[in-house]
């Protein structure tokens, strides 16, 4: 495709899903990558849409992986990500965990660089067992 048409697709792993749904996860146009939000779960998605982790820290860093797996698909990474938008289910019980354990993974996967940041706080995500979903955008070269 030219790079004036986007290019709406999803890993291999998540396409019998994502047909199913009627979405995809990620969408290129040009140098511009965005993605569906992702939570903590499995991406052996064979095995079903489970949330493996048995703490939040652990499942915002499985959605860590989601989002790189997904960058990952399409030619990019973390390091390319300018604008995080993170959707966080009782944050005002959990907030403290969760922007610690937020601002730990951004250093571990961005290093140093400070990205655009929201959190949002809200009643509930699409699954009932998911507490982060994290949505980016990424600039690629």
Known sequence: MSNNQPEISSPENYQ??????????????????????????????DNGYIFPSENLEGEIEQAFINVEHVLNSVGSSWKDVYNITSYH????????????????LMRKYIGERSPLWTSVGVEGLADPRMNIEIVVTAYTD
């Open 89 to 104: 289910k009782n944050i005002g019980t959990t907030g403290e965990v969760a922007y610690a354990a937020m601002i730990k």
């Open 16 to 45: 019998k899903y994502m047909k199913s749904w009627n979405y995809n996860q990620v969408l290129k146009h040009g140098n511009r990558i965005d993605i569906s939000g992702q939570g903590g779960w499995d991406r052996n998605l």
